[in-house]
């Protein structure tokens, strides 16, 4: 089941071997690519089309996390004369993007599964945190992403000011890739 236009959806050789482990050979899979409250835009190699999820597997969802998140691979039946797909399975995640969820809960929010790269934002120009950008570096880690930091804004702040934002990165011990970018001025730096 390596389908090229699988594969340009991120499609491998782990994947297939669970749907060959868990279910009929045939079996349609596609990826979510978006989360709209009960419905879902998934992907595979016919195109884009919306799906639902199934009774039982709501039903035997025990939290939300277990549940489909955009980068899912999941199990779904689909007849041409279905305007909606029905989604019987979640693949396992190979990665995870995951927060703690809002509230008093102790439950976690999926954001996000199977990426292999995480690129973490932050702004030169006001918006530079060196707390907020480590809790984010330590989520991609966590859940098995490689990350890597994007400062933007250049161009609004003096180049000793980058440095100086690098410079903070490093003597707290973060080893990832840092990339500078300026949108306006298209100024970039590794």
Same mark, same amino acid.
């Given at each position: ?18 749907? *060959? @482990? #868990? ?7 596609? !990826? =979510?690519?978006?989360?709209?409250? &009960? $419905?879902?835009? +998934? ?20 939290? *939300? @996390? #277990? ?7 999941? !199990? =779904?039946?689909?007849?041409?004369? &279905? $305007?909606?797909? +029905? ?32 690129? =973490? ?8 945190? +060196? ?60």
């Amino acid at each position: 089941m390596n389908n090229p236009n699988l594969i340009a959806l991120g499609w491998d050789t782990w994947f297939a071997e669970q749907v *060959s @482990a #868990q279910c009929d050979p045939a079996a349609t899979v596609a !990826r =979510v690519a978006a989360v709209d409250r &009960d $419905q879902l835009l +998934l992907l595979n190699a016919s195109g884009a089309f919306r799906a639902k999820l199934a009774g039982k597997l709501l039903y035997d969802s025990v939290s *939300s @996390a #277990q549940l489909p998140c955009v980068g899912d691979w999941v !199990r =779904v039946e689909r007849s041409t004369a &279905d $305007q909606f797909g +029905l989604v019987h399975g979640l693949l396992a995640r190979k990665t995870s993007l995951r927060r703690k969820a809002a509230g008093e809960s102790v439950e976690v929010q999926m954001i996000a599964a199977n990426v292999d790269v995480v690129i =973490v934002v932050q702004s030169c120009h006001y918006d530079f945190n +060196l707390k907020r950008l480590e809790r984010y570096l330590v989520m991609a880690r966590d859940g098995g992403a490689t990350p890597c930091i994007l400062l933007t804004k250049t161009d609004l702040v003096e180049p000793a000011v980058v440095a100086a934002q690098v410079a903070q990165i490093r003597s707290a011990g973060i080893d990832a890739p840092v990339l500078t970018l300026s949108n306006f001025t298209g100024d970039r730096r590794c």
